[in-house]
């Protein structure tokens, strides 16, 4: 039998492993994902802001991410392309992390970032971290896609714009989170990143011309693209950057003069994926979905059964503004392929029928270029005729021209905007200047684009193609188009 100071030792110890034991366990509280990208992502549960995060990436309104494609309906063309925005916030979410490692090695740095934003008690980097993690947090099936063909912008209804806020608002899973970690956050991140408040300058790390948010999709969607155009060295860029203040001391984020080569191989980068993700047959894909959906509501307004009511899709395409969060929130692209589906098997009005299932079989429509032939941006007066020929073919075969022909003009974007447009990329030079960009760049980044990149006439088949070319060979002073299987290998699609 152990005496009473034996006992006392071997208590202490025992309590003393124990404590050390739940330090290891605290010490290991982390989430791991594992990224195609950026390799082992680590959330430590530890620390408040990384566990904030973690806990809005489970929420149901993030966790919808995982069925919304970062690029729409490039796998029409790209089979690869199937990412989904969910992942790309959590990589733009690990960028930012490295980046905010990066600012902390400077006391003032870090002094900055751990400073509380106005009048709350969050400092600037948690808002930093959420920020960039709910940037898509409002995105419509598709992504921008959706947002393109439905004409959102124009009715205010942009993700950036709008339900990114309503969501993060007025969602009730998300408002328990807020209650947890500070009822202020998300009007805080918000103001923050100027919805509502003057644009905060550390916000330029979510939004600008060279962000995290660049920074991870331009490798992540290169690389499920199955191109190369994305191999940037987002390390080398993020290594040099700093906090510092302009000559008339206004503090910006900046880039040291020495990763200039790796910020113009990423401006050659973005430009690249600008131009593929403008790809004709992608652009066909798209014309061809907003036919389904032009049809559908003609459908709908008519009374014709559609097989699917798609009760939240329809007021969003006439009234999305009266739609509530719950409502957005059902629509990811899952819902809407169902929907195309039961359009498909169940539809009443047959061409909205024929039309879903040339989505389901990946039946485009057919296509000219005019850009091609030196015809970008030809005017209505011009194409008046061959749009009286099309009219005429299509009256014959008793098919509505609004619902089998579509005009699209894609306009070309600038590597880089100047000053009057958007915040520049500051650059601190050798000699410690702080200046734009284009004053150290040996790219002529001030270079204005063509005016029109593509101009696409997408007719229904092969018969209207023929009257199309007949009909531009006859008034326009064009040669001779190519035929369909020519196009198609010019475009690069087997």
């Known amino acids: 039998m152990s005496d009473p100071v034996t006992r006392d030792l071997a208590g202490k110890s025992d309590e003393k492993e124990r404590l050390a034991v739940e330090e290891g366990r605290r010490s290991y509280r982390r989430t791991s994902v594992a990224d195609p990208i950026h390799g082992l992502i680590q959330f430590d549960r530890n620390d408040p802001s990384q566990n904030l995060l973690l806990n809005v ?3 149901k309104a993030f966790q919808r991410l995982r069925r919304v494609k970062q690029m729409g309906l490039a796998e029409f063309v790209f089979p690869g392309a199937t990412h989904s925005r969910f992942v790309h916030s959590i990589g733009s979410a690990s ?74 608002t007025e969602d009730k899973e998300l408002h328990r989170i807020w209650k947890r970690f500070g009822a202020d956050l998300p009007e805080a991140m918000l103001n923050f990143m100027g919805d509502g408040a003057p644009k ?62 790796a910020i113009e191989h990423y401006l050659f980068g973005r430009h690249q994926a600008y131009k593929m993700a403008l790809h004709s047959l992608d652009k066909a894909s798209e014309a061809l979905l907003k036919k389904v959906l032009q049809r559908f509501q003609w459908a709908r307004q008519q009374g014709i059964s559609t097989g699917a009511p798609a009760d939240e899709l329809y007021q969003l395409m006439t009234d999305g503004k009266s739609l509530t969060t719950d409502q957005y929130l059902r629509m990811d692209d899952c819902y809407l392929w169902e ?68 005009e699209t003009i894609v306009h070309s974007k600038p590597m880089y905007q100047p000053p009057d447009y958007r915040e520049p990329i500051w650059i601190r030079t050798t000699r410690g200047n702080v200046v734009d960009l284009r004053e150290v760049s040996s790219f002529s980044l ?49």
């Not at 991870?216 to 906090?243: C, K, P, T």
């Not at 539809?347 to 850009?371: G, I, T």
């Open 57 to 59: 990436m489970n929420s």
């Open 95 to 168: 960028l930012m992390m490295q980046a905010l490692d990066q600012l902390n090695r400077s006391p003032h740095g870090k002094a900055l970032l751990d400073s509380h934003y106005g009048t709350t008690n969050i400092p600037l980097s948690r808002l930093l971290l959420l920020g960039i993690l709910v940037h898509d947090i409002g995105h419509a099936p598709l992504s921008h896609t959706l947002e393109d063909i439905l004409g959102l912008e124009a009715q205010g209804l942009l993700h950036d714009k709008h339900w990114n806020r309503k969501i993060l």
């Open 200 to 261: 905060h300058f550390l916000a330029q790390l979510v939004s600008s011309q060279l962000d995290m948010d660049r920074l991870d999709y331009l490798q992540r969607d290169s690389h499920f693209l199955g191109v190369q155009y994305g191999r940037i060295e987002a390390a080398r860029i993020i290594a040099n950057l700093e906090i510092t203040k302009l000559p008339n001391g206004k503090e910006v984020v900046a880039v040291r003069e020495e990763a200039v080569p």
């Open 339 to 406: 929907k195309i589906n039961q359009w498909a098997s169940s539809s009443e009005d047959k061409l909205l029928s024929d039309l879903a299932n040339r989505m389901l079989r990946h039946n485009l429509l057919k296509f000219v270029d005019l850009a091609k032939y030196g015809f970008g941006g030809a005017s209505v007066q011009e194409l008046e005729p061959v749009y009286e020929a099309l009219k005429a073919h299509y009256q014959k075969r008793g098919l509505p021209m609004e619902f089998c022909f579509e």
């Open 446 to 494: 001030s270079v204005k684009p063509k005016a029109n990149l593509k101009h696409l006439l997408f007719v229904w088949d092969r018969d209207a193609m023929k009257v199309l070319t007949e009909a531009l060979e006859h008034h326009l002073p064009i040669p001779p188009l190519p035929d369909e299987e020519d196009q198609l290998e010019n475009e690069g699609w087997l």
